[in-house]
């Protein structure tokens, strides 16, 4: 299952943006699908992560309260919605699909998306 990314922009601080993930070429049925974000100064970060099944969210406590994780099922779409974003926002953010735990790390992921750009300005 590939999934692609959809959705960065540039936007000033206090802002909102929100990505979209699809999955190519079969559903999400069965996996988990999770954001992750990456800076050319910081490893790969965690940002969020949703269970297709029963749509359990999770997140790391920088993003609670301003991200949210949800699902279109019919579209089979996973969607993160990103609320008063800062410039420590700003990176290129992946989609990813796996099956391991826990979904905050990134060796449990199988499937990657290119990635989708995110600036945010102050």
């Known amino acids: 299952v590939q999934p692609v990314e959809s959705g960065g922009g540039l936007v000033r601080a206090g802002g909102s943006l929100t990505l979209s993930c699809v999955a190519s070429?079969?559903?999400?049925?069965?996996?988990?699908v999770g954001w992750f974000r990456q800076t050319p100064v910081k490893e790969r970060e965690f940002v969020s992560a949703?269970?297709?099944?029963?749509?359990?969210?999770t997140y790391p406590e920088a993003a609670q309260g301003r991200f949210t994780i949800f699902r279109d099922i019919a579209k089979n779409t996973v969607l993160l919605q990103m609320d008063n974003l800062k410039p420590d926002d700003t990176g290129v953010y992946f989609c990813?699909?796996?099956?391991?735990?826990?979904?905050?790390?990134?060796?449990?992921?199988?499937?990657w998306g290119q990635g989708t750009q995110v600036t945010v300005s102050s």
């Open positions: 949703i269970t297709w099944n029963g749509g359990s969210e």
């Open positions: 070429g079969r559903t999400f049925d069965g996996y988990y």
């Open positions: 990813a699909v796996g099956v391991g735990r826990p979904l905050s790390e990134s060796q449990n992921y199988n499937w």
